[in-house]
């Protein structure tokens, strides 16, 4: 009879020791998913938001007056320098809802040097971040360092004959 009562309590204890895995597993599974899914709104954010300015926007000739999809091309991949001038003067707030996004964004054109390049105004952004020009032609460089989830993507264009990128970074 005392091996029989040994047998239960081994039970008792074996089972609340996997209870409290299962229970542990599924706590830290969900927390991996929440992030994955904070991951994956930023992704679709950027890309949404690098589309829009390879595009030549609507309308085709839009100014910060009648914008209603920022477009920094003619469509064919050719950098339209007053579209870049008219975004880095738009307000961030017009911008932020045109891209509709409610991440932070900065969105900059770089040469095939890596220099930020200046367009009345070095870079557009949410996130109070002040981009210093350092010549007529060229800003400062910068670097950006969130606490997680930043994604940066570029986009190849044609600028003055020349290649120039088109990058656009979101973070949360």
């Known amino acids: 009879m005392a091996k029989a009562q040994i047998f239960y309590a081994d039970i008792i204890i074996g089972t609340a020791i996997f209870a409290v895995a299962v229970v542990l597993f599924l706590m830290l599974n969900s927390n991996i998913g929440e992030r994955d899914d904070v991951f994956g709104l930023v992704v679709g954010d950027a ?3 690098a589309s829009s300015v390879l595009s030549a926007g609507n309308p085709d000739g839009w100014s910060a007056d009648n914008v209603n999809e920022i477009g920094l091309t003619d469509g064919q991949h050719r950098l339209n320098s ?12 017009l911008a932020q809802d045109l891209f509709g996004t409610s991440a932070k964004f900065i ?3 770089k040469d095939r040097h890596n220099n930020v390049l ?4 070095c870079a557009l952004n949410n996130a109070g971040i002040v981009v210093e020009n350092i010549t ?4 400062e460089n910068f670097t950006i360092s969130p606490k997680e989830h930043l994604v ?4 190849l264009v044609i600028h003055e004959a ?8 979101v973070w949360i």
């Open 136 to 139: 007529a032609q060229v800003c």
């Open 118 to 121: 200046n367009f009345n105004g």
């Open 107 to 109: 969105v900059f054109v």
């Open 152 to 155: 940066s993507i570029e986009r």
């Open 47 to 49: 890309a949404a938001i």
């Open 162 to 169: 020349d290649i120039a990128k088109i990058s656009v970074q």
């Open 82 to 93: 007053s579209k870049v001038s008219s975004l880095m003067n738009m307000s961030p707030a």
